[in-house]
């Protein structure tokens, strides 16, 4: 009886204490949770948990940048540096002021060491087709001639340089070879930089069986120029691995053996790329830049000076070229810093000296002679012909791409296509003394001064100075301007690390020399240097950065106003014939996701639509609204079913509008976000359990309010369609909510991707 009433009188659990070990297990819980997303969070965004913009996870491959909410991001780190008052806080603060100085040398230091290696080791390797330095196998030719006994030995025939064969036929097939080695070589190695990637654009604006499918693309990271890419992902677009170590080792190699094919492509975009790549990679070393997008690509918009500034020798038309053709956003600060990244990488390159010549000048010049009125109608020509050039080759280009490469054997093995073009080009420009050098050397030996006294062994000259059968001369000329027209069209886009600007010089200085034979007052290698620039801004339409290039590629400063003509006139033509240049032609290949705002506006302008036109459909609204009831917590299921149709759309960077209250807007949550609660914190929470969305989190509460942004950016569905545009462009959104006239009852959500998607359906509508 005794033992009975022990039992009923002793619970297995202590009553007073039961509470206090349901709140010991709540908190161990709440504990767990925390751990998890501390692993996966940065400090900053830890500490913006609390806001109401809430915490975000790392940016997903190839999804957009929220820039307001990382400029946001940076405000709480810089009042927490600047809030510490004792010494070791101001000497954090000092640092994190310097950074960015120190990150920007680091870049321009490190890109002229790449460049350096990669100047030097194309020239050589290039050389290898005609022949070797019996001296020493890794010099170029004209290092190995420049240590010659006779100084007056032309430098194609020194002694020290052998060639392979004295006989033109075999001489010409040895070329040929070469050439294809080094083609199969650089596509091989392009290769290994393959990436499978989730889709760009809209999938549910096609859909009409009211389900979405996922769509990608395949991509060589190191294949191309990379400068449509920089521009996407300056833009505000994340590309996985696109400036990681493996691709710059790739893109210099790569382009070391496709500029020693001969084939019509140069090393200035890929230089682009290498420096974008050292900027990436030293800017992560520093937390300020590496856990904000944002303040990252300040940093890589200063690194792209420092590849053409390298390139060309040109550090002004560096910062210029990124200001004006790359970078989407330019503060002021960004402007310095690339002013001095670029400087570093020029006074370094300067030092090392992979020319020779122990000046910066890539093409230096100097005709003397003054250009008078009569020959600003020659500019003009020269700019009306450029236009034409570069207005042809960008559709050409085009319509090469969309058609040619489509077919399945040249899209599933782009190396064949590397050896048709090698074979092609090393057919063509082989037989034509002016084009069988590589393109910077046809530049250098298009420029010249006849009037010197040592231009007497140019072969230019040599013919110029004839008085019978000049016409032989004339035909190369004109030949060569239509060969690098026609090769330059089939070579571009083509997979292996290549440029645009040097093939463009070539043709434009080719056809400037060309005019040049008509005007006897004046050396003809004025007309070609305009002429290079007149055709290379009818191709890229830059305009500003172009023209301080040519004078700090050539040293002509009492030139920039021809110059400044042909480029003018060069573009206006080239805009007339289409208003894309080949950089934003490649974008649409490619079919990289990027807002360009002024040809944006430019298609909007002329349509008269209004914001609901993006509203996607009611499917689509029913897939991506949650509905969240009044205590503010929604169902796990519900969650897990709603993030299968987000992930089934596969575009990575959609996400879930949340209302209440009829439709009442109260926040957004995204894909990523929504995937790593349920997915790694989810393990610490029964299956049934309820997530809290909105409000105060409590005790034990599985809680993703922290992820909400509960203040999204608004428009009203009957605005004009250019306040949607603005809106993404200039403030750099990556949602915005459409809410109805009147009402404000949410009506539809715009995605980045989804509004490029509609501009892009404008432009080939």
């Known amino acids: 009886m005794s033992h009975e009433m022990a039992d009923e009188d002793t619970p297995l659990i202590d009553v007073e204490q039961a509470p206090d070990r349901r709140l010991s297990r709540l908190i161990q819980k709440d504990d767990a949770a925390s751990s998890i997303v501390k692993s996966h969070v940065s400090v900053e965004e830890q500490a913006m948990a609390g806001s109401t913009v809430g915490e975000r996870l790392a940016y997903n491959d190839y999804t957009t940048i929220d820039w307001l909410h990382d400029l946001v991001k940076d405000s709480y780190r810089l009042r927490d540096i600047h809030n510490k008052k004792n010494l070791k806080g101001k000497a954090l603060a000092l640092f994190d002021s310097s950074s960015g100085w120190i990150a920007a040398a680091m870049i321009g230091a490190l890109t002229a060491c790449v460049a350096y290696l990669v100047d030097i080791a194309a020239a050589t390797v290039s050389d290898w087709k005609l022949g070797h330095c019996s001296t020493n196998p890794f010099l170029t030719r004209e290092a190995c001639c420049a240590s010659a006994t006779s100084a007056s030995e032309p430098v194609t025939e020194c002694a020290e340089f052998k060639t392979w064969n004295d006989k033109y036929t075999a001489a010409f097939a040895i070329y040929v070879a070469f050439a294809l080695l080094f083609g199969l070589v650089s596509a091989s190695v392009t290769m290994t930089t393959k990436s499978e990637l989730p889709t760009a654009g809209a999938p549910d604006a096609e859909d009409k069986d009211g389900t979405a499918q996922p769509a990608g693309k395949t991509m060589y990271m190191a294949a191309g120029s990379g400068i449509p890419e920089i521009k996407t992902i300056l833009g505000g677009f994340v590309i996985p691995n696109f400036l990681s170590l493996k691709v710059l080792v790739v893109k210099a190699i790569g382009a070391v053996f496709a500029v020693s094919t001969g084939m019509c492509l140069g090393k200035e975009g890929p230089f682009v790329h290498i420096s974008t790549c050292v900027g990436y990679l030293v800017a992560s070393l520093f937390p300020k830049y590496r856990d904000n997008g944002r303040k990252m690509r300040e940093m890589l918009s200063a690194a792209c000076a420092a590849g053409l500034s390298v390139a060309f020798g040109a550090p002004i038309g560096g910062v210029l070229f990124s200001y004006e053709e790359i970078s989407t956003y330019f503060p002021r600060k960004v402007l310095w810093r690339a002013f001095l990244c670029s400087a570093v990488a020029a006074m370094v390159l300067k030092e090392l000296n992979p020319t020779g010549t122990g000046k910066l000048v890539l093409f230096e010049t100097n005709y003397g002679t003054s250009y008078g009125a009569v020959h600003y109608l020659v500019f003009v020509v020269l700019g009306i012909a450029g236009g034409i050039f570069g207005g042809v080759f960008c559709r050409l280009n085009y319509l090469w791409s969309k058609s040619f490469r489509k077919y399945a054997i040249i899209k599933n093995h782009p190396v064949f296509e590397v050896f048709l073009i090698v074979l092609a080009t090393a057919l063509l420009q082989y037989p034509n003394p002016l084009i069988r050098e590589p393109g910077d050397m046809i530049i250098k030996t298009l420029l010249v001064d006849c009037r010197t006294e040592d231009s007497a062994e140019s072969w230019v000259c040599q013919n110029e100075a004839r008085t019978d059968d000049r016409w032989a001369y004339m035909g190369w000329l004109i030949y060569g301007t239509l060969a690098k027209l026609a090769l330059t069209i089939i070579t571009f886009g083509i997979k292996v690390p290549s440029g645009v600007i040097i093939p463009a010089l070539d043709a434009g200085a080719l056809f400037g020399r060309l005019l040049g034979q008509y005007i006897s007052d004046i050396s003809p290698g004025i007309f070609a240097m305009v002429g290079a620039a007149a055709f290379l801004a009818g191709v890229s ?78 499917h689509t609204m029913e897939q991506i609204t949650l509905h969240v009831p009044a205590s503010n917590k929604v169902r796990r299921e519900i969650l897990e079913e709603k993030l299968v149709q987000l992930e089934s759309r596969g575009l990575m960077d959609a996400g879930l509008v949340l209302v209440q209250n009829n439709h009442i807007l109260q926040g957004y949550l995204a894909e990523g976000e929504l995937s790593f609660g349920l997915r790694e914190l989810g393990g610490l929470y029964p299956k049934d359990s309820e997530v809290r969305l909105l409000g105060n989190a409590e005790e034990g509460d599985f809680d993703l309010s922290t992820f909400v942004d509960r203040t999204p950016m608004v428009v009203c569905a009957k605005a004009p369609m250019e306040y949607a545009v603005e809106l993404f462009g200039k403030l750099g959104l990556r949602h915005l909510m459409v809410i109805e006239e009147g009402t404000g009852k949410l009506v539809g959500v715009i995605i980045k991707k989804r509004l490029v998607a509609y501009l892009d359906g404008l432009k080939h509508g």
């Open 541 to 618: 339409r830059m305009t500003l950065s172009l023209c301080v290039i040519m004078f700090e590629l050539t040293g002509e400063l009492d030139y920039v106003l021809p110059h400044m003509v042909a480029i003018l006139v060069a573009k206006w033509v080239a805009d007339a014939l289409g208003k894309e240049g080949v950089y934003d032609l490649a974008q649409n290949v490619l079919g990289h996701p990027f807002l360009d705002l002024d040809h944006s506006l430019g298609y909007i302008q002329m349509e008269n639509v209004l914001v609901e036109q993006l509203i996607p459909p009611a």
